[in-house]
């Protein structure tokens, strides 16, 4: 029997952390983002989710195949 595939998503941040709270800043650290428009790709789970939620306004997020 096959597992089901979990999906992925890919998370740009695309605005800088200058300037913003230390929470958002440890929450990007978190997801693996570095530098201005570096990118990881993440399992789809609420907690990542979460995450994303918290620091939207900073981050791209695109579905991966």
């Given amino acids: 029997m096959k597992a089901a595939a979990s999906k992925k998503i890919k998370i740009t941040l695309v605005r800088s952390l200058i300037s913003r709270p230390e929470s958002q800043r440890k929450v990007a650290r978190g997801l693996g983002l570095g530098r201005l428009k570096s990118s990881v790709v993440r399992e789809d789970t609420p907690s990542i989710?979460?995450?994303i939620r918290k620091i939207n306004h900073v981050v791209k997020v695109e579905g991966v195949e």
């Fill in 49 to 51: 989710r979460g995450m």
